[in-house]
């Protein structure tokens, strides 16, 4: 599709220019990140600060293990919402599964995977693991909880699709995207018991998160709910199980294909392989092969701008010039 929902590529900005600019509610934000607060959540969430950081950054860390592993499809699905559990089941041909969504036991993905991890282990001597409090520091992840009060607001909304520079240089909240929530979907949330399949019924914990600019990729918003499971990802409502094969195939080809580009230090490297995850699952492609300056773009998209970089070190996420507190 032409633009991706629940995420949208960005480019980087200040606090000051962020805050207070889209509609919603003032961002919940846990004590250590309280200057890094961006963008606020939509009408129809309130503001809640959940202390669920760790939480949230382990399911982030468990996708890009399952996106890295040779069998793992199935288990990368297990981490989305019910709602894209079930729908992205359905989508598969007869004869198919998740870990054969090509028939041809996801070749192309593994042999991918293969290679990344080949060269991953002779650059730095590891295999797919990390610290995610090396890779998921402040100026990198920024996360924003709530509680859902009203369903009906969302409609068109979540998950979220944003833009900090629109057409007329403003920020905002692009609301009515393909795969938002629709108003069928909301009256599931308002009358079924634990919200039906949709799960944002009132009360329902749920997040934003921003993984800010990095290695010449603009930044990604992720919509997450909350469910009996843990912290789950909300995709676009129109995403298959054949459009996240592909997107996985392009974007950890991309990745393979700059093996010669990758960050001396595996921690920002790190960095890299999430962005090429999380922009998958929302439809994003990573870079443009005829860009001088490689970034995330929705997809299908002519134009856009690119995310500012961030040095090995992992510095700088923001240009707003505050100043990240201690973890």
Known sequence: MAVSTG???????????LSGSTPGTP???SPSRQTEADVSLPAGIQ???LNSDKGIENAF???DQDALSKTGMDNLINRLVDQDRVRISKSLPSGTSLNNIDGNKNQKLTE?????????????????????????????VHIQTGE???????????????SMQT??????????????????????????AFGGDVNLEKGRNVAIVHLMSAQGYSGLYASLIHEAGGWKF????????????????????????HKDTWPTDSSAAYRQLTHAVVAALYDVQLGDMQNQNPGVRPSGSTGGTSGSDIGGSGTGGSTGGSTTPPR
């Open 167 to 192: 057409k007329s240089g403003a920020s905002g909240i692009t609301t009515g995207a393909p795969g938002t929530v629709t108003p069928s979907d909301a009256q599931q949330a308002r009358d079924k």
């Open 7 to 17: 995420l949208y590529a960005v480019k980087a900005a200040g606090a000051d220019e």
């Open 148 to 162: 859902v009060t009203d369903p009906n607001q969302l409609v068109g909304k979540w998950p979220v699709q944003v």
């Open 27 to 29: 961002s919940a934000v």
């Open 47 to 49: 503001s809640k600060n």
């Open 61 to 63: 860390k468990a996708i």
């Open 112 to 140: 991918l995977i293969g290679s990344i991890e080949t060269n991953w282990k002779n650059k730095y001597n590891m295999g797919f693991d990390f610290d995610v409090n090396k890779v998921f520091t402040n100026d990198f």
């Open 234 to 257: 909300d995709v676009p409502n129109n995403l298959s199980a054949q459009n996240l094969y592909d997107n996985l195939c392009k974007n950890l080809s991309y990745i393979d294909q």
